[in-house]
């Protein structure tokens, strides 16, 4: 189904700035296009990519469906779990892009292992394509994540090592362990230019680090999982995401708003400083303040920091205070508490999700003029365009930060947007707590494919030619 200029008038607010003015035809806003996808009956918690052609959702209606990324026709449900699918994770073959299969965790306490072949081969089938049912982890999976061509964490209850094909090579018993530490693992990130290790993030205020170690008594390679040390420099606020920035870098952050850059060669805090906190009076009920980080270019964070969001540098300046200076802030983007963000870089728009069921676009309506030699796709030039300046040193710019302009709104949500998933040339994907899964479509070229379509069915039937004579 295709819907065209899905916008609303929106509510009138009391808030000053909450909303920065848009025409109503949103001459910026490339997503003009919809089309609803049918296939979930509850929230969906999670979109990844597959390939350049698919993307799977995780649902709390106990599956997992597969989908063609230009069509929207569903090409898979996985079925068989007896509880909410909490994550999902499409696992890369060696030295490729394809993915072989899937593996989802569930509330059911258990990890499934789909096979996924060739699109044509499995498209209307179910559950025939569950190759593995797996129960040692003993307790329920948040988050999984591939660390190499073979080999798969999966945090939550415990921390455990598979191989793709779903074989345990070890769980580390945290409860056991730890004495403590509050809350399952929710985040779990690989330790790249040091010793094969990951860090982990659960509702505590403080992350574990793990090394992998691995065994060749046997004729195959067996790993385990060994606690190296806590992290302490998190402050006592439970600690709410955990993100790579770059093979010499990591970042978490804090419920109320504190981030911490860390080495991973060290594991020392490189920077520690505070999102900004002030914020409408309506929004200190917002019991977190950063849901998110997305981190860009090896370089620059987005942040969600409740109703808004703010972008930092992290070799940028810093105030008198030892705080990092934000490139650019704003902190009433929406009405309610940002659930997404995601920094679309060959457009150099931000698209925001969140509670009040809308999705937004922002950046800049001017890109800046560049020389054909210097037009490339480097992050730091689709940076400056979403900015609207040049973050040349010796150029003249505004004052930082800088207020991004509100490019477009998109509302056909029932509920909350829970998560986004840009798809390339195919569009935009949005889901939420409705059940709802919207691919926005560039309205643009849409019209244009249309418009191709059309006159190819002409030319067919042979009503051009006779038009001609």
Same mark, same amino acid.
């Given at each position: 189904m295709s819907f065209r200029n899905l916008f609303r008038k929106r509510p009138d607010t009391k808030v000053e700035d909450i909303h920065h003015d848009i025409q109503d035809d949103q001459p910026y806003n490339p997503y003009t296009e919809a089309r609803l996808l049918v296939g979930h009956t509850d929230s969906v918690n999670q979109i990844a990519k597959i390939d350049e052609k698919r993307f799977v959702t995780a649902s709390n209606d106990k599956t997992a469906?597969?989908?063609? +990324?230009?069509? &929207?026709?569903r090409l898979c449900v996985l079925s068989g779990h007896e509880g909410p699918v909490t994550c999902v994770l499409p696992l890369k073959d060696d030295s490729s892009t394809e993915c072989s299969s899937v593996m989802t965790a569930s509330t059911d306490m258990t990890i499934r292992v789909w096979e996924l072949n060739s699109r044509e081969s499995f498209e209307g089938l179910e559950e025939q394509f569950c190759k593995r049912v797996v129960t040692e982890h003993n307790g329920v999976v948040h988050c999984l994540v591939q660390l190499n061509s073979e080999l798969v964490c999966s945090g939550g209850t415990n921390l455990c090592l598979w191989n793709k094909s779903g074989e345990l090579h070890h769980i580390f018993d945290r409860q056991s362990f730890f004495k403590d530490e509050r809350g399952p693992i929710h985040s779990v990130l690989k330790l790249d230019n040091r010793n094969f290790g990951v860090v982990t993030a659960s509702h505590y205020h403080r992350l574990s680090v793990y090394d992998i170690n691995t065994s060749v008594a046997t004729e195959t390679n067996r790993f385990s999982l060994q606690f190296v040390s806590y992290l302490e420099e998190c402050g006592e606020e439970p600690i709410s995401c955990l993100v790579s920035i770059s093979g010499n870098l990591f970042a978490s952050a804090a419920h109320k708003g504190g981030?911490?850059?860390?080495?991973?060669? +060290? %594991?020392? #805090?490189?920077?520690?400083? !505070?999102? $900004?906190?002030?914020? =409408?009076?309506?929004?200190? %009920?917002?019991?977190?303040?950063?849901?998110? *980080?997305?981190?860009?270019?090896?370089?620059?964070?987005?942040? $969600?920091?409740?109703?808004?969001?703010?972008?930092?540098?992290?070799?940028?300046?810093?105030?008198?205070?030892?705080?990092?200076? =934000?490139?650019? +802030?704003?902190? !009433?983007?929406h009405d309610c508490a940002i659930t997404y963000l995601e920094f679309v870089e060959s457009r150099s728009l931000l698209v925001t999700a969140a509670? @009040?069921?809308? *999705?937004?676009?922002?950046? +800049? =309506?001017?890109?800046? #003029?560049?020389?054909?030699? @210097?037009?490339?796709?480097?992050?730091?030039? !689709? *940076?400056?365009?979403?900015? &609207?300046? @040049?973050? !040349? =040193?010796?150029?003249k710019k505004k004052p930082l930060p800088i207020v991004p302009k509100l490019l477009g709104e998109m509302n056909l949500h029932s509920k909350h947007v829970i998560v986004t998933k840009y798809l390339g040339k195919y569009g935009l994907a949005t889901a939420g707590l409705d059940g709802m899964v919207v691919i926005w479509k560039d309205g643009d070229e849409e019209r244009d494919k249309s418009d191709i379509l059309v006159q190819r069915l002409l030319t067919h039937t042979g009503f051009l030619s006779c038009e001609a004579t």
């Open positions: 469906v597969v989908w063609d +990324s230009e069509t &929207g026709h981030v911490v850059l860390w080495s991973t060669n +060290s %594991l020392r #805090p490189v920077k520690v400083f !505070n999102c $900004t906190a002030q914020q =409408p009076s309506r929004s200190l %009920l917002t019991s977190v303040a950063i849901k998110q *980080i997305q981190a860009v270019g090896e370089r620059y964070l987005f942040v $969600t920091v409740a109703n808004g969001f703010e972008v930092y540098d992290v070799i940028g300046q810093e105030d008198g205070q030892g705080r990092l200076k =934000p490139l650019a +802030s704003h902190l !009433n983007a509670e @009040d069921n809308a *999705i937004r676009l922002w950046g +800049s =309506p001017n890109k800046l #003029p560049r020389d054909t030699a @210097d037009v490339n796709t480097s992050y730091k030039a !689709n *940076i400056e365009d979403f900015l &609207g300046i @040049d973050l !040349n =040193p010796k150029s």
